[in-house]
């Protein structure tokens, strides 16, 4: 195959020094756990070492030469990411530690906010049952908190959202409507602009989590018509090719502006008396204490990677990669794929069954060939519920994945049938 991915593949394939690993014996490494955590390109590390032997300093802070580049180097970062999701203003980008304590911060700053946002009994939060944990657990303690109910979409047999009840769960009771865009188990990819719209329509506050999205999905915020476009977006770096410890909360600046702080300390107050304190104004008001800092370069590193290969190139050859791990796992006997058959409606992300055999042994017999998936409920609990089972196994692509990985893995299916007696 080759229609679809990305041109001078091998090429790219060479930024990335750990897919040069061999493991047990010789046997090179192939890499299908992308939606857990990315492979990065020189280029971040580099950057990341750099900044660390030249530039070290805290940021917003020291007057001198190494302080001045660090908050430069900081701030540059936030443009860049800013850019790249087409945020209308850069003010509008907050750095978190990942898109778990991004979905924190909404959620917690909505139960403590006042005025029209306040949120209380009688309320509705409306999320799905495809969400990771992150974006269910955080809305269940702001139910819990503030007497709100927690309502859900819940799931098609081929793993899509079931909205034929959309009228009856966003009402003018909605207070926040919140879904992932990418499943992270599933692999399907949610209409956002349809709820979003519904959404606004009630004046519910739409919250996405983008976590399985940015890495793969062209973003225009700015591009998107106002009703359609979230009014919160969250990701985390180190699915975009980024450093760990970093995340990213987008908020529509009105929004962000009316909420209260999330963490109180330095850097986010205006001025500080022993009586009272006010705060600082976006982003910094959501920014308290040391930032990441060396890891949010590496971010602006890793999303400018991104951007010179081409979000839509990217999305192409996740979907042609993804088109063909479905054809040629069909053709493993015994296993069964949970979420849609379609590529062009998901993403990278395949989760499946191999009768008669657990998860956890299918991953650590592939592993022993060399082949890195994922075994488990992928923090996404309610997901397995609906579909009967307690796990699965997951491979996940990205732009670095060949078809002859794809091609290891089926093999390495094989040899697990075989090492299970299920051949016989």
Known sequence: MSSGLLPELEVVRKDFPILERTLHDG??????????????????????????????????????????????????????????????????VIFTKNASEALNLVANTLAWARGPLQIGEGDVVVTTEMEHHSNIVPWQLLAERTG??????????????????????????????????????????????????????????????????????????????????????AFT?????????????????????????????????????????????????FEAGTPPIVEAVGLGAALTYLSHLGMDAIHAHEQAITAYALSQLREVPGVSILGPSDASIRGGAI???????????????????????????????????????QASTRMSSYLYTTPAEIDALVEALEYTRHYFKLDS
């Open 27 to 92: 046997l090179p490494l192939v890499y299908l756990d992308s939606a857990n955590t990315s492979q990065k390109p020189q280029i971040v590390i580099d950057t990341m070492v750099d900044h660390l032997e030249r530039h070290n300093a805290n940021v917003a802070r020291a007057m001198h030469v190494l302080g001045a580049e660090s908050t430069a180097a900081f701030e540059e970062a936030r443009d860049v990411v800013a850019t790249f999701l087409g945020a209308p203003s850069r003010d509008e």
């Open 148 to 233: 709100a109910t927690l309502r859900w979409f819940g799931l098609t047999d081929d793993g899509r959202l079931d909205l034929s009840n959309i009228d009856e769960l966003i009402t003018e009771r909605t207070k926040v409507v919140t879904f992932t865009w990418v499943s992270n188990m599933l692999g399907t990819v949610n209409p956002v602009a349809e709820l979003a719209r519904r959404a606004h329509e009630v004046g519910a506050v739409v919250v996405v989590d983008a976590s399985q999205a940015a890495p793969v999905l062209p973003i225009d915020l700015a591009a998107m018509a106002p009703e359609e476009r979230p009014d919160v977006l």
């Open 237 to 285: 770096g180190h699915k975009t090719v980024g450093p760990t410890g970093i995340g990213v909360l987008w908020g529509r600046r009105e929004l962000l502006e009316q909420l209260p702080p999330f963490l109180g300390g330095g850097e986010m107050i205006e001025t500080v008396t022993m009586e009272r304190s006010t705060y600082a104004g976006i982003p910094h008001k």
């Open 351 to 389: 989760s499946f069954e191999l009768a008669g055999v657990h998860p956890h042994d299918i991953a650590q017999v592939v592993d022993s060939r060399g082949v890195a998936i994922r075994a488990g409920h992928h923090c996404a609990k309610p997901a397995h519920q609906r579909f009967g089972v």
